[in-house]
Nanobody, 127 residues
C-alpha cells in the first residue's frame, strides 16, 4: 500500500520560512517523480513544483521561483519543500504527489498526472 505523509506545516508571519517533508512508503521511491501542489480556500488545487527521480532537476511555478526549493533524499524516501519569503498568498494546504511516469516529467503539472497523494499539511502565513 502506497502512502505519502506530509509534515512540517504551521503558522508563520509574512517573510517567514517553513520546510515541509513528504515521506513515502510502499513504493520504489527513486522510480517516482514527486510534485508539490497547494490548495487555498475556495480555489482549485494548483501545481507548485516538481523534482525528477534522481533529484538532479526541479521545476517551479512562476509565483514561487526563487523562494521555494524542492529536494529529495532517496535514501530516506523523502522529498522536501523549503519555503522562504513566505507571503499571505502562500496560505494553503500543501500536498505531495507521486507518479511513476517515465517520460517527460517536466510536463507533469496537473492533478491527473499523479497517481498517489498525501493527506496534506496546512501552511498559514499572516501579514
Amino acid at each position: 500500500q502506497v502512502q505519502l505523509v506530509e509534515s512540517g506545516g504551521g503558522s508563520v508571519q509574512d517573510g517567514g520560512s517553513l520546510t515541509l517533508s513528504c515521506v513515502a512508503s510502499g513504493l520504489t521511491f527513486d522510480f517516482y517523480v514527486i510534485a508539490w501542489f497547494r490548495q487555498a480556500p475556495g480555489k482549485e488545487r494548483e501545481f507548485v513544483g516538481t523534482i525528477n527521480r534522481s533529484g538532479s532537476s526541479t521545476l517551479y511555478v512562476d509565483s514561487v521561483k526563487g523562494r521555494f526549493t524542492i529536494s529529495r533524499d532517496n535514501t530516506k524516501n523523502t522529498v522536501y519543500l523549503q519555503m522562504n519569503g513566505l507571503k499571505p498568498e502562500d496560505t494553503a494546504i500543501y500536498y505531495c504527489a507521486a507518479t511513476e511516469y517515465a517520460g517527460r516529467w517536466q510536463l507533469l503539472r496537473g492533478r491527473v498526472d499523479y497517481e498517489y497523494w498525501g493527506q496534506g499539511t496546512q501552511v498559514t502565513v499572516s501579514s
